[in-house]
């Protein structure tokens, strides 16, 4: 069982940026990859990109590369999400998430994904 906390979402201006991480206990932190996704009401989730277990490869989404950057620190069991140039439409829940299935490419599919995190709020607004 893998638990997983985020932390840093709030209230930003329009074109600034914010860090998102993710804490991560009950398993051995480098055993499993982490992924990133939103969801706003009344859509369906959205993925925004995935790191490998060793934080060596990453996959974003189309739209998002380029603004977000994953990352991750073994040592500490914590995932990031670096996002710059924040813009009202990335107003959402944003959500972090765990695949302990060994693949050779990072999954874009939630359904991938054995273990979430309950969610942080980030407000995009002036």
């Known amino acids: 069982q893998v638990q997983l906390v985020e932390s840093g979402g709030g209230l930003v201006q329009p074109g600034g940026s914010l860090r998102l991480s993710c804490a991560a206990s009950?398993?051995?932190?480098?055993?499993?990859?982490m992924a990133w996704f939103r969801q706003t009401p009344g859509q369906e989730r959205e993925f925004l990109g995935a790191i490998s277990r060793g934080g060596g490869n990453t996959v974003y989404a189309p739209s998002m590369k380029g603004r977000f950057t994953i990352s991750r620190d073994n040592a500490k069991n914590t995932a990031y999400l670096q996002m710059y140039s924040l813009r009202p439409e990335d107003t959402a829940v944003y959500y972090c998430?765990?695949?302990?299935?060994?693949?050779?490419?990072?999954?874009?599919?939630?359904?991938?994904?054995?273990?979430w995190g309950q969610g942080t709020q980030v407000t995009v607004s002036s």
């Open positions: 998430a765990a695949d302990r299935t060994v693949r050779t490419v990072l999954s874009r599919a939630g359904a991938a994904y054995d273990y």
């Open positions: 009950g398993r051995a932190f480098n055993t499993i990859a």
